[in-house]
């Protein structure tokens, strides 16, 4: 790392920036399986977001491995990078004021306590949701037949599969998306965000 750099701060205050754009930020960190509807309820959530004339954006692996991340593989060290990057980003999308939907597997708990606490030192929310469905249930779902290939040895370290998930011991929200529909799923994170004064 290097070790020349000096850092400047900006002219703008984090409240100046929320009272000017009439908003808080806020990282929404959905983790679960492959399968689950972390990536489905972000989506939703966004557009209803938007819809409420909120300031939202989501991340997922689709903007961020073919761009950000197309350097990282899936082995333990790259996944570790991975979601060391995506706190970093999703913290400065917060800072902006803005709602930052992150849909990513992240595995590891540690992983997401270090995105955790990059937030908390910056005083600003981060609210992790456990996009929960058995195995079963992913596996029969499979949209792009992932568990599948992992059953039959194509894919190596797939979590659930080959690779661990390590779930969330104590999740802001936890979603059963085998009991729960995207509608009612959206609804329980929206009544989570305006009961907590984030919209």
């Not at 082995?75 to 709602?99: H, M, Q, T, Y």
């Not at 929310?125 to 029969?140: G, M, N, R, T």
């Not at 040895?153 to 690779?163: C, H, L």
Request: glycine share 6%.
């Amino acid at each position: 790392m290097a070790t020349n750099i000096t850092f400047h701060p900006g002219s703008v205050s984090s409240t100046e920036r929320a009272q000017l754009l009439q908003q808080k930020g806020a990282t929404i960190w959905f983790t679960g399986l492959s399968a689950s509807g972390k990536s489905t309820i972000a989506c939703a959530l966004e557009q209803h977001l938007l819809h409420l004339h909120k300031f939202c954006y989501r991340l997922d692996g689709d903007n961020i491995r073919m761009g950000l991340n197309k350097d990282l593989g899936f082995d333990e060290r790259s996944r570790n990078e991975n979601i060391r990057r995506i706190g970093e980003v999703s913290k400065l999308f917060a800072d902006s004021c803005c709602i930052c939907c992150t849909a990513f597997i992240s595995p590891y708990r540690a992983d997401r306590a270090t995105a955790r606490e990059l937030h908390e030192k910056a005083g600003l929310p981060f609210i992790e949701v456990y996009v929960d469905a058995p195995l079963s249930v992913v596996e029969q779902r499979d949209p792009k037949g992932l568990y599948k290939r992992a059953r039959a040895g194509e894919i190596k370290d797939f979590t659930g599969i080959s690779a661990p998930y390590e779930a969330p011991e104590h999740p802001e929200i936890h979603l059963k998306t085998d009991e729960h529909d995207v509608v009612q799923c959206v609804k329980i994170i929206t009544d989570y965000l305006l009961s907590h004064g984030i919209i």
